[in-house]
């Protein structure tokens, strides 16, 4: 089954995790990490939290484009595409709609606050990832996530969930996923 899966939540809520674990079901699964678009830039790019915000927005949204491109052209080549990244609000159905592929799926991984907290002490104890600092915190980052249609897409409570079970769950539930 070609097609588009996003991926989202707060950090450290196991999108990488689980988005590759479910591209791996797929006979012909690729992962795409949204992230990795900005880090291929060596030099000059603003990050959320920087001082220059339209150059942040733009910057945000060449991410969002280069990633809803990338899996377009995978799924158009025969590839389920399952992107993963922090995008969240209006900017879900902004990247929504840079998708031509279908069928396309939202998946909004939305563990608790408590579970994002412990998850995120584990990866900074195990791999030395941070991701709360300088005020920013999980309670913070599930605002952001809130602030996503909650009508759009499945949303699921992971807190309780090893990565294999959400992924079961995922595919159980997709078409509950669809968006387009």
Not at 113 to 135: C, F, L, M, P, S
Request: glycine share 8%; no cysteine.
């Amino acid at each position: 089954m070609a097609g588009v899966w996003l991926i989202t939540g707060a950090q450290a809520s196991g999108k990488t995790t689980i988005a590759d674990a479910l591209a791996r079901r797929f006979e012909r699964g690729v992962h795409v990490q949204g992230g990795q678009f900005y880090r291929w830039a060596v030099r000059g790019w603003v990050h959320v939290g920087d001082e220059d915000e339209a150059e942040v927005r733009r910057h945000l949204d060449l991410r969002y484009e280069l990633s809803a491109a990338a899996a377009d052209r995978y799924a158009a080549a025969g590839f389920t595409a399952v992107v993963q990244d922090n995008i969240y609000g209006p900017d879900v159905e902004r990247w929504l709609a840079r998708i031509e592929a279908t069928p396309t799926h939202l998946v909004v991984l939305r563990p608790s606050v408590e579970a994002v907290t412990a998850r995120d002490a584990e990866r900074q104890r195990t791999r030395g990832k941070v991701a709360y600092r300088g005020g920013f915190t999980p309670a913070i980052n599930d605002l952001h996530v809130a602030g996503t249609r909650r009508d759009l897409g499945l949303w699921l409570d992971t807190s309780e969930q090893s990565p294999e079970e959400s992924v079961d769950e995922i595919l159980r539930r997709a078409d509950e996923a669809i968006v387009v």
